[in-house]
């Protein structure tokens, strides 16, 4: 069973930076992706970052790129998604999700099989 433990957000105000966390257990090989999701009010959910266990290959929306990084720590388990330079326009809440495969970018929402439960990033102007 795949299980996503997602934590960190918080309240920050622009040009600040936070940290999410994700842990990930109960996939058996490395080929799956994991990544980051996001949803502000009245908006569709949007793909942030993903990352490829198998390569290691990373991705960013346009939004973030240059401002948030991904990493995987192997000795925890767990996705890193390092966001810098926060923007109002931030704000959202953000999730982490996973699927079997290997990627070759951020895929739809709905492409995604495994899902954590969701974190509040508020980014005060």
């Known amino acids: 069973d795949v299980q996503l433990q997602a934590s960190g957000g918080g309240l920050v105000q622009a040009g600040g930076s936070l940290r999410l966390s994700c842990v990930v257990s109960?996939?058996?090989?490395?080929?799956?992706?994991i990544g980051w999701y996001r949803q502000a009010p009245g908006k569709e959910r949007e793909g942030v970052s993903m990352?490829?266990?198998?390569?290691?290959?990373?991705y960013y929306a346009g939004s973030v790129k240059g401002r948030f990084t991904i990493s995987y720590d192997n000795a925890k388990n767990t996705v890193v998604l390092q966001m810098d330079s926060l923007k109002p326009e931030d704000t959202a809440v953000y999730y982490c999700?996973?699927?079997?495969?290997?990627?070759?970018?951020?895929?739809?929402?709905?492409?995604?099989?495994?899902w954590g439960k969701g974190t509040q990033v508020t980014v005060s102007s």
């Open positions: 999700a996973a699927r079997a495969g290997v990627v070759a970018g951020i895929p739809y929402h709905a492409g995604m099989q495994y």
């Open positions: 990352l490829s266990r198998f390569d290691v290959s990373t």
């Open positions: 109960g996939f058996t090989t490395n080929e799956h992706s």
